[in-house]
């Protein structure tokens, strides 16, 4: 059984899963399916379009056991996996298309024609602009910019590519088109304006490599490297994804 | 006719033009005025005035044609010229004059007591201190910090000055008081510690003239000259503005 | 008496002192204690708790004379002295504890399991990662970023410490478990990779001592030193602490 908070506005023409809540004052429009048990926090607008959007007759599709917290915004013609989770006043716009349990934190937003892989995190206050590609296990750190328009403004977009298992710290800016490669550790506050190799730490502005991120040693004193990440760290992945990664040795 | 949505809450004070649209949870104060058709998403508070507030008896108005998006709270004091389009999540406090044309991206705030002139194109989460003034046809992009007072905290404001047909790129910083020319390019990530000559680039932190913009070359294969990007790039602007671009070659 | 707008959900379990305003749209839950002559603005949600949350059976609360603005968010489980004064859509985690006269500005993010002395003042779009110690007087510019995970990811958790009176400038980045000595000031665009001694600037990325606070001079033509700013700035502090630090010259 659905809870429909009494002050929230849902389109009769919205498709709803069993065990859905949609909380105080949303506004759910026309074409949203919400599969079973999403959670929806208050003040949210699902299945936006307007002026500027070619997505009027497109679905907003959101998998099952998914959490949209606060103020969030999403558009029509955009498409999440199951488990996606957000933070609060989060946007995206129209075109996206996420795997499985993404987590997408407080005021970040997509600008659209994203792809995003599985189990990647957002953290706060992320800017992802049109076009970017996102493999899977990718982490973004807050205040991330992930630009396209080489010389702005122009009619040249090219989205950046972040490859399975990236680190993005905070404050990092990525130039338009560059790729991150598997394993890569951009370093918080960097200017990244060439590629980034696979497995190598860059930092500064501009970023240049500063090592491979396998020397990079934890901070709690056990003596273990701290990348590739998926040795040490599982928390929140399902158990079967983690038992890939040490099949896999983590790489 | 207008559209006011049941839910919101519109002040019998306010003015409203023809065909005005007011979305669901709206707030409209005293003091406001709407012209012909101006189109307001849901959850957007226009008029704010409080304790910290020297404007409760002055107007906002926000000239025809003109589209706010859901979230976006503006204060009394303010006026902004026919086709303001907004973002989601705005935020523009008092004092604040603007021209027409004016785009401001999804969580952009504008602190109060700016200029601002015709067709300037704010995108995502810029952050514009007091007093700064800004020109004509500039271009800003995500995450931009204009920064008014030299030695925090203390009581001197300095408003930066951007000048006509300008680009500050994203994550850029600018110090108080510093003057960006016209036609300058600010790189990405740059944190802008002197005044920027007109048509130069600058970049890094600190950030050092690299360059004459004109030397950068569109990403695009046609050996075109990226700037002055009037030459090249007219999406969305008048044909009147792009025709007299054209007779003056663009500078 | 207090003014409750009438589209305000407030819990019969929340506790409200006198002369509390609550605005439209309001969501109060269970166990929000809000003392004398708080107001709350449109389109907040306090006392939130959730999956990811440990806080539903604790407090929060807020002090008396607070100011609270529009689209903001607090978390069960914080605390908060006299004159909280906040700008709009802040967001605040469980288990923070601020002092007196704490300042707030618009789009902040403070994300849990913080402490925050008496008269600090956050302004806009910061981000203060969880278990950051703030002393007193501390003043926080735009777009700072408080980190505290020196390997993302990672299960180390090191927040920063920011001493008293210390300064970050706009845009600064602080690495996990970085401290900022008293009186310290980051200077804008800094990406702090080292401990910060007391009294000194730091510039750059990565950070670099340029020398002592001291001999940065006031831009108001005055000749007088801009730090200790307690020597020329008492803009809204009470009259019994600027006189503390006239008795103690500042510093």
């Known amino acids: ?19 859905v809540e949609i909380g105080p004052f949303c506004v759910v429009h026309d074409n949203v399916v919400l599969a079973d048990r999403v959670s929806v926090g208050a ?11 070619a997505s009027s007759n497109q679905l907003l599709s959101i998998g099952a056991d998914s959490l949209i917290r606060s103020h969030s915004i999403f558009y029509a013609g955009s498409s999440f996996g199951e488990s996606l989770t957000t933070g609060h006043r989060v946007t995206v716009r129209e075109g996206t298309k996420a795997g499985k349990g993404f987590q997408i934190g407080t005021s970040t937003e997509i600008q659209g024609d994203c792809t995003v892989g599985d189990y990647v995190r957002f953290q706060s206050n992320i800017f992802v602009g049109k076009s970017t590609e996102i493999g899977n296990y990718v982490w973004v750190l807050p205040y991330v910019i992930l630009t396209n328009d080489p010389t702005p403004p ?9 490859e399975d298992y990236a680190t993005l710290c905070a404050g990092s800016i990525i130039l338009p088109g560059i790729v991150v490669g598997t394993h890569a550790v951009v370093a918080a506050g960097a200017c990244v ?17 500063r090592g491979e991120a396998k020397d990079i040693m934890l901070r709690d004193g056990s003596a273990r490297a701290a990348y590739p990440w998926t040795r040490h760290f599982s928390r929140g992945y399902p158990d079967t994804v983690v038992a890939n990664w040490e099949k896999s040795k983590g790489e």
Do not use: D, F, W
């Open 154 to 162: 122009s009619n040249v977009l090219i989205g950046c590519i972040i």
């Open 1 to 19: 059984m659905n809870q429909i908070h009494p002050s929230a506005y849902v389109s009769s023409n919205a498709t709803l899963g069993e065990g």
């Open 193 to 209: 304006t060439k590629n980034v190799e696979a497995r190598v730490v860059v930092a500064g502005n501009p970023a240049r490599t």
């Open 43 to 53: 003040y949210c607008e699902l299945g936006v379009t307007g002026p500027n959007s």
